[in-house]
């Protein structure tokens, strides 16, 4: 086996970023492409210090008439490497990023629960990420949709989803390919500029590259990277936060935040509602506990509110107006929700109900 510095990278980047464990089972989705070629590649040539199982999974969306030669292919490499092959195939054509992205996660975690699988191992780059972040950034979004990809999050009880790819661009693993000889499945959907994020492929990120950085996706990944700790920090802060909030119906814990001076404040009732219900309708926030916090974590707290009683992603509008009761006066209240919920002020305390 030729050894090259990217064998040395990723195998140092799973022990350092510990992704795997050694002797576990893993499903490579491998779409035939350079990433997924490059990736199986590199697990197969490092199987052998790691001792794990590989499998090979390829989903079929069927929105391209060479699908099924591509799955083909796909199961002859597998064959060709002594590997298991797995394959789903879409009952009716998928066409749209979205519906594709959902039925192949959906696809490759029903097939690692029903084989052992403890990982899925997918080929998405530095290049990926810096395509996500711009196509967020574009969109309108917060760092949590900047710092979209991240290394590995569970998918499902027991299974967790792990991008190895994520320092690699998407210029070294065409080489890689090309070094070994690697039988790469063109995909024709990849030229076609109908897609955001074709576009960004094709025409952004080459203009960035030529008139402002010729590494600008390194330094996008970079920063996604760094956004990556920092929003996981917040996560965890506006959690504690939030559990302070809820939890002062039911016993009077200490803010975790000092209390605005009483003379700087709106007038609050003293005591608080006789409980706090459990269930996600209704329920109450104690804003003496939010006041002083900062605006980032009040937002985050109020996003993760509303992530519990909507069925849809809170909009920045929906977090806005639920912050805005923070500081409202006395018997404010929002106009309903998505599914009719609405919020309302009494006293210290913001009701959603």
């Known amino acids: 086996m030729v050894w090259t510095p990217l064998h040395a990278k990723i ?10 464990e ?5 499903l490579v989705a491998v779409s035939g492409g350079q990433d997924s070629l490059c990736l ?18 390829h989903c079929d969306h069927r929105w391209r008439s060479d699908s099924e030669a591509n799955a083909h292919h796909v199961e002859n490499l597998a064959k060709t490497w002594g590997i298991t092959f797995y394959l789903e195939t879409a009952n009716e054509p998928i066409n749209s990023e979205a519906a594709a992205r959902d039925w192949r996660y959906q696809a490759l975690s029903a097939i690692a629960k029903a084989n052992n699988y403890q990982y899925i191992v997918t ?24 710092q979209a990809l991240t290394w590995q999050r569970p998918l499902t009880t027991g299974i967790m989803l792990v991008r190895p790819l994520l320092e690699i661009t998407r210029i070294q693993t065409e080489q890689f390919c090309q070094e070994f000889k690697l039988p790469i499945w063109e995909d024709s959907t990849n030229q076609d500029l109908q897609y955001a994020r074709n576009r960004i492929r ?38 504690q936060l939030r559990e302070e909030a809820l939890g002062m119906g039911e016993n009077e814990k200490l803010p975790l935040y000092p209390l605005l001076p009483a003379n700087s404040s709106p007038a609050f009732s003293s005591s608080p509602p006789l ?17 002083n916090a900062p605006l980032a974590l009040q937002r985050r707290v109020m996003r993760q509110v509303l992530q519990q009683i909507l069925t849809d992603a ?40």
Do not use: M
Not at 275 to 291: D, E, K
């Open 123 to 146: 080929g998405h780059t530095a290049s990926d990420r810096a395509e996500t972040l711009l196509y967020n950034l574009i969109r309108g979004t917060g760092a949590d949709g900047l």
């Open 22 to 26: 050694r002797n576990q089972r893993l």
């Open 275 to 291: 409980s706090t219900p459990h269930s996600p309708l209704p329920l109450c926030l104690n804003r003496r506990v939010l006041q």
């Open 314 to 353: 809170p909009s920045f509008e929906h977090i806005e107006k639920l912050t805005g009761l923070i500081t409202a006066p006395n018997r404010s209240q929002t106009d309903p929700f998505p599914g009719g919920a609405i919020a309302q002020v009494e006293g210290d305390w913001i009701w959603l109900k």
């Open 202 to 239: 094709q025409e952004l990120i080459p203009y960035l590259r030529e008139n402002f950085n010729p590494q600008v996706e390194s330094a996008l990944a970079q920063t996604a990277e760094l956004l990556q700790a920092e929003v996981e920090y917040l996560e965890k802060a506006a959690q």
């Open 11 to 20: 195998h140092r980047t799973i022990r350092s970023r510990r992704l795997f």
């Open 40 to 57: 199986i590649k590199l697990l197969l040539d490092l199987q052998s210090k790691w001792g794990w199982d590989l499998g090979i999974a």
